[in-house]
Every structure is written in structure tokens, then in C-alpha cells.
């Protein structure tokens, strides 16, 4: 479905954000990216949905097809057209725009009005929180509103892969959790699903699949309970073993020291 | 009372037509960012063909191709600009000013000595109602000015082009996100404010408007449109519209009870004391966001 080949991406001149990152999604499966701050994830989903020219980024190598085309010099719009859409980080709803005119922004990349319809009816199932609140500005939303109305936007040209960049931060963990189901059940009625995340427990209890972002490379992949199990994402992004903070903490920065080589050396093809 | 129930329908008319001006300004800076300075020339552009082509193919005629050839002309601008790849907001700025002396100089030089008028079917054809005097030029724009403003805002309102354009205005990055193509929603946004510049010429370059015929005086007309978009926030359509009727009701009321030549310097008094107040303008952006 969705393969990712040899992908480097600069920001500006200087800034190398993506490495030869090879990245491969089944149209079965949920995928979830781990990694730290900067460690390139939003990067790999700009570069998918074509949206890196708009922070000063471009593809310096690699390529990127969709069911066999190319997309890596197409357009966002475009890209949409394909079947791709992604929900950015911080999810961004027009904030002055209503409720129903976000979706309705998110209907006009669909392909054709009978889909808008059927994915119109889809949102409704998926969060009726939003058609109670159609009218209301989407910026007076709290915060797990505005992150149910992305996705329910993004949905609205019924993509056959949706990608979601960091879906749970800055939310509570209840909501984490009925945002998890919410993407699992998404996923179930056949969308193919990419999502970004720090909140690893959360990811890989949703995913299939799971890869580790580690400035700008792929450390680690396999699928998520191989991943759950490893012990590096146990101390790094799980929390395992650790006692107390200090100490996953000192773990952390142990970690780190060592982290390239060890992990690279096990995983790297 | 009378002369101020006359200024008034006829401040109401003038400012009518500076809200179409600062409406298609707006359109410009909400899609793309850029300060079109070049609004002037679009003008121009329109004014000109009705000239050239009015006595041969009759007002009517002449009015449609020239208020076409002005979307048109907004247009070519617009990819001039999409051509300029590397040149950030100001530099596009910048360069809307040089095409703007550019037009502006061959379309003066055209016209030569002559100082058209472009209103034949309404201009210098005062109504007389109840013992008022008005100008038919203004009363007839207020009513086309009052139609297309409406049009415009139930388009902007409710149509996908108008759902497009907002979400474009709002957040670049989410709208391409959506599916929309940022280059449709700014072409059509070129092409509306020309098609808007197309409309207002008709009323400006005549003998009501203000005695300046079609030239370097109606061009200096055009450039009240900005003091009018600015007081009105530049990011907001209805502060165009609101900016514009107050421009047009200071002038008028200005050039009456002070003196003609204080009424566009009062214009530009107004603006300035309503940005020392707010800042963004009378409807400028004010975040609503939580986030
Ligand atoms: N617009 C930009 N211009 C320059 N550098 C950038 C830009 N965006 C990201 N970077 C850099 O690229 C690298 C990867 O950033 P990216 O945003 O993809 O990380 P991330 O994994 O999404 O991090 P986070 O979890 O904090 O969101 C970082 O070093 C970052 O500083
Ligand atoms: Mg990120």
C-alpha cells in the first residue's frame, strides 16, 4: 500500500531531518512510529502527505509510491485525491470555522459526493459529540473535542489510509483511551492507519505493527508486541523496570550512550 | 437637514463602491498574504476597455469586457506572482508595486489628454425626490454595491468556494491537508477582486464620483480603498465593507462641512485614530482559540 524507500529530507540547507528511512504499510494494519522529540516523525508524515515545502523542507533521495504510484512530487491536494490524508500535530481545526464547516472542509478532497455522504454518515457513528456541537466555533472545543473533530475531518474524504501525527498529546488518559478504541475501530472498517506517537503504551496496545524513530533512522521495527517486549522500548518509551524517576532517568541517559550501535547493530538489514 | 440626508445617501454610495475596492483587497490578502498595491491598475484595466470599446459596441457591452478583462487582468497578476517562487510576502508586495507604475503609466499614456467618463447612463443625471438632490451615480451604486456585497458574503458564507477560501485564510497547511488546492483558491480570489475593481470603475471615473475622469485621478481614488481595508482589519470581509461605507460617509460629510481639500486627509485621520485604538483594525483578528 503505502512504501517508503531510501527517504532523506533536509530542512533549509543544513538541517537533516530523515536519513534513509525505509518504511512499509500493509493495508492491514495499524503502524505505529515511536520516538523522541525531534527524532523526525512528524518529518516522515510531512514528507508522505506533501506538505514538507511548507516548513522549508524538501526529499533529497528516496521515493515514496502509494498502490504502486508515485506521490512524493505530487501536490497535497493531490496526494488527498490518492486516498492519503494526514491529521497534522496539534491537530489544527479552523479554529474560527464551525464544527460542521470543518467537516465540511474535509469533504471537499472527497471523490465524489456519494462518498461524502457515506463518510458523512461514518463521522456521525464514530464521535456524536461533534454533531451535538455542529454549530460551535471548533476553537471553544476542549481539547479532546478538537482532536476527535480532526480525525473525523480527515475521515470526510474517506482515505484509504489516514495518518495521525501525536493524536493523544496534551489529552487526558481516559480520552487517550476512547481515542485508541476510536482508532482501532477506524481501522477495522478499513482504513489502513499510520499513527505517530510518544505515548508508546498507547501506540503499541493499537498497533499492529511498530517502528522506532531515532534521530532521523529507523532503529528498531517488528511487529508491536515484539516491540512491547524489547528492552529498549520497555526503558525508553514504556517505562519498564524503572522505580523511580531518577532512575529511568539515569536509565534513559544510559541508554542513549549506548542506543545507535546496540540497537542498529540487532536490527539494521 | 436636507444637505445632510443628500451627503449622506451620497457618502453611503461612494463608500459602496470602496467597499467592493477594499473587498477584493481583502480576498487578496486573506488567501495569499500579499498587499496588492497593484488594485489601482486593476481598476485602470477595466475603466480603459469601457472607454475604448463603449462607442462601438454599446455601455452594456463595454461595461461586461471590461469588468471581465479586470478578473482577467487579476489573474495574470496572480501568476505573475506564483512565478516570483522565492520572494517572500514583502518582495511580492514590492513587486505589486512596480506592475502597478507599469499599467498605470501605459493606460495614462493611452488615454492622452482626454479625461473620460465612463457613467453615460447614469452620470450627471441628479434624481429630485421630496426636495432632495442625489447623485444617480451613487444611488445606483449603492444599490449594485448592496447586491454584490450580499452576493459576495453569502457565497463567502455558504458555498465550497467560500468553505475553500476560509479554511485556506485560517491555516494554510490544514486546507491542503483537506484536499483543497491552495493555487484554485487563490486564483479565484485574483479573480473576484479584479471582477469587483471591473464593477467600482464604473461609478469612480464619472462626473458624480468626484469630477476625476478616468486616469491618474481615478487611480488616486482606487488608493482610498486602503485606508478603508485597514481601518476595517485587513483580514476581515466585513470590515471592508464597514471601512469602506466610513471612508466613503467622512468624505463626504469631510468635504462639506470643513473643506474639500481636508476630506482625504480627514479619511486617513479616521484610520489612523482607529489603529491607535485597535490595533488589527475594527475587525481585525482576535484569537478564539484555546489552544
Ligand atoms: N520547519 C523546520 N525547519 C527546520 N528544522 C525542522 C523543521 N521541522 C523540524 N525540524 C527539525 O527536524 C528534526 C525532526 O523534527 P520532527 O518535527 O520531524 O520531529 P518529531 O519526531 O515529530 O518530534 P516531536 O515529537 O517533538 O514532534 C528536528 O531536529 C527538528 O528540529
Ligand atoms: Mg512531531
Known sequence: MLSVRGLSVRYGRSVRALESVDVEVGGDAVLAVLGGNGAGKSTLLRAVSGTLKLHGGSVTAGEITFDGRRIDRLDPALVVRQGVVAVPEGRQVFARMTVEENLRAGGLGARSASTRASSRERVRQLFPVLAERAGQRAGLLSGGEQQMLAI?????????????????????PQMVGRIARIIREIHEQGTAVVLVEQNATMALQVADRAAVLEVGRIALAGSAAELAASDDVQRLYLGGHAESQAQAESEEAEARAHRGRKVLSRWAG | METFVQLVVNGLGKGAVYALLALGFVVIFKATEVVNFAHGSLVLVGGYLVYALKDSMGWIGAAVVGIVSAALAGLVLERLLAGARNADHNGLALLTIGVDV???????RRIGADIPFI????????????????????????VVGAVLITAFFLAFRFSSWGVAMRAQAENREAAALMGIRSSRVTATAWLVAGA????AVLFMATQDFSGAGLGRGTHAIALIAFPAAILGGLDSTAGAVVGGLVVGLTEALSAQYISFEFSKSAVFLVMLLVLVIRPS????????SRV
Open chain 2, 102 to 108: 507599469i499599467i498605470t503609466e501605459e493606460i495614462v
Open chain 2, 119 to 142: 457613467g453615460d447612463p447614469y452620470d450627471s443625471q441628479p434624481i429630485q425626490i421630496a426636495g432632495l438632490t442625489i447623485f444617480r451615480t451613487q444611488s445606483i451604486a449603492l
Open chain 2, 281 to 288: 483594525g475594527l475587525f481585525g483578528t482576535k484569537e478564539l
Open chain 1, 152 to 172: 473525523g475531518r480527515a475521515l470526510m474524504s474517506d482515505p484509504k489510509l489516514l495518518l495521525l501525527d501525536e493524536p493523544s498529546l496534551g489529552l487526558a
Open chain 2, 196 to 199: 469587483l475593481a471591473g464593477v
